[in-house]
């Protein structure tokens, strides 16, 4: 089966400037995940759906970061405008969702670089 | 903040050794994970544990929950080159709809 699908895998942009990020779940996974992984640190859950629905967003930095999953399907993670402090590895996972057994399947990543 | 703790931060071993990595919290967690990520991929699950005090074994790698569901540990027996990667622990709460918390990891090198 497909595996979690992220586009672009590489992101320069310069602060100020707007990106947004890709991402086409496993079919059928009801749950997906946003994380940001910054060097030498685990990732972090920035957002969390259910179906097109936002379960979890308390870790995300609403006054410059918006994600949306139109259709429950795919979904878009987006930052406007960027810091540099946002350079980091974002992740997109996708789950079925069923605890306790909820193993979520990872795609490559975004590396993004503010510059 | 990180609610769990993993240490070492790094390790670097010759092929055949063996080594332990551990995660701890002062939080209870209903489920915790282990997961593998090797340099541009994303993190693959190893292994979930349930239950205190459980031991799952896969093949030369064994894990261990805690009997207060604190705490785990990731055993490598005879580590071979393909073990290199950062080992990441993630923790679920029972009221968390799923969502875990990752640790920062572990770095393990194993060369031949």
């Known amino acids: 089966e497909a595996g979690v699908a992220q586009s672009p895998r590489y992101k320069i942009i310069e602060k100020r400037q707007s990106v947004a990020f890709w991402c086409n779940p496993i079919s059928g996974h009801a749950t997906l995940y946003w994380y940001q992984q910054i060097l030498g640190q685990g990732p972090k859950l920035l957002i969390q759906f259910q179906n097109n629905g936002v379960v979890d967003d308390s870790q995300l930095p609403k006054d410059r970061f918006s994600a949306e999953r139109l259709k429950g399907v795919d979904s878009t993670l987006k930052i406007q405008p960027a810091k540099l402090e946002d350079s980091a590895v974002y992740l997109c996972?996708?789950?079925?969702?069923?605890?306790?057994?909820?193993?979520?399947?990872f795609g490559p990543g975004t590396r993004l670089t503010v510059l | 903040t990180q609610l769990l703790e993993q240490s070492p931060q790094f390790l670097s071993i010759q092929e055949g050794e063996n080594l332990t990595v551990y995660c701890n919290s002062s939080s209870v967690f209903s489920s915790l994970q282990w997961y593998r990520q090797e340099p541009g991929e994303g993190p693959v699950l190893l292994v979930t544990v349930v239950t205190g005090g459980e031991v799952k074994k896969l093949k030369r790698l064994t894990f261990q929950f805690g009997d207060a569901r604190k705490d785990s540990s990731l055993h490598i027996t005879a580590a071979q080159p393909g073990d290199t990667g950062l080992y990441l622990c993630a923790g679920a709460t029972t009221d968390s709809w799923g969502k875990l918390q990752f640790g920062a990891g572990t770095q393990v090198v194993v060369t031949p």
């Open positions: 996972a996708s789950s079925l969702g069923l605890p306790p057994y909820n193993e979520q399947f």
